[in-house]
């Protein structure tokens, strides 16, 4: 018998495996994006009116045939607080997770670099003092200022980390400092607030959705759409720079231009839903150890399945927000905080050593 059957026969064997692990991460993607679905459905049908899920799919579906009055609640109230937790959970879970592959650890999230503070002390900018860091635009003042303030704290990190000798562990504890002295001067601004300021500048660092329009779901699904057909292109040289700097540049991958990339990116991802909804923690940390327990570090699998965990979890969070006090809608932040720190020690303890 010739040796190239036998080497055949050996290749197809080998090759068994791997396509019943493709397909079983295929199938837990799209697990993940029904229960999206059913979680998007059931956000949109709770509310001081609570409608049937058929009804919210029958006038969802065909809505010149349904009711007025109920297609104007879900189409211009409950669908842009719905979407918009999709969006915001999927590109705050997508920026941690390749926050995470980019500086190898484990708790990295967009809030390590300090764009959330930012992002607040910039919104307590409008709100206290009435600065509006873009003068053409003052009706949206507050998300602008935010947008801004986040972005120039990523041009700062990404400024410092091309300066020779700046390493991976230097970069996380940049984003550390930033953290206090952002806390540190919104904490200033508050002390000196009005009681009216200081109440809208509490709630905005709380997070919510209540103020979604679909102006706001449009500019956030534009942002995920663009940055993730970037991160697709460089799923290869993602996945070899979680084996190590060493081996990854061994292998022809341009770690540092790789490093400063996403973390444009990243910057961009956090930015934007931040300015809209203000403080949202945990997603960008959860969303991803939940994707990588799932479905490893391919990035082929990793990088949809982090955005769908997130998704999945701020869309879960919103319906417990509307669900806890019945006829009120809680800020999100103050739930993800509530579920994500449990559940967040949980995967530290549990799986910490084996996803790392």
């Not at 609570?50 to 065909?62: F, K, Q, S």
């Not at 609640?73 to 607080?81: A, F």
């Not at 927000?321 to 993800?336: D, F, N, Q």
Request: a positive charge; one cysteine or more; charged letters at 10%.
């Amino acid at each position: 018998m010739s040796l190239l059957p036998i080497s055949l026969l050996t290749a197809e064997a080998a090759a068994h495996p791997y396509r019943r692990l493709v397909a079983r991460r295929i199938l837990l993607v799209l697990g993940l994006g029904g229960l999206l679905v059913l979680s998007v459905a059931i956000d949109i049908s709770l509310g001081p009116a609570r409608y049937p899920l058929a009804d919210v799919v029958r006038t969802i579906l065909w809505p010149a045939d349904s009711d007025v009055q109920m297609r104007v609640v879900i189409w211009d109230i409950r669908m842009p607080m719905a979407l918009m937790a999709v969006t915001v959970g999927g590109c705050l879970s997508l920026a941690g997770a390749q926050m995470q592959t980019i500086l190898a650890n484990p708790l990295a999230s967009p809030f390590t670099l300090g764009l959330s503070a930012a992002a607040s002390f910039g919104a307590a900018l409008a709100m206290v003092l009435g600065v509006a860091l873009f003068p053409g635009a003052l009706a949206l003042m507050v998300p602008i200022n935010a947008f801004v303030m986040a972005m120039l704290a990523a041009l700062l990190i990404f400024g410092l980390s091309t300066l020779r000798g700046v390493t991976v562990e230097t970069i996380v504890l940049l984003g550390i400092a930033l953290v206090f002295t952002f806390n540190a001067a919104l904490a200033l601004l508050e002390y000196f607030a009005s009681e009216q300021a200081l109440a809208a500048v509490v709630f905005w660092t709380m997070g919510s959705l209540t103020k979604a329009s679909w102006t706001k779901v449009a500019v956030t699904a534009a942002i995920l759409l663009i940055c993730t057909p970037l991160f697709a292109r460089r799923a290869w040289a993602l996945t070899a720079i979680r084996l190590g700097e060493t081996r990854a540049a061994a292998m022809g991958v341009p770690v540092r231009r790789l490093r400063l990339e996403t973390l444009l990116l990243v910057a961009l991802l956090a930015a934007v839903p931040v300015s809209f909804v203000g403080t949202i923690g945990f997603i960008g940390i959860v969303g991803p150890h939940i994707a990588r327990l799932l479905l490893g570090e391919d990035q082929r699998f990793f990088l949809p399945g982090s955005i769908l965990a997130g998704a999945l979890i701020l869309s879960a969070t919103s319906v417990l927000s509307k669900a806890i006090l019945p006829g009120a809608v809680l800020p999100i932040g103050i739930i993800t905080a509530l579920v994500g720190v449990p559940f967040f020690a949980t995967l530290i303890f549990t799986h910490g050593r084996r996803s790392w």
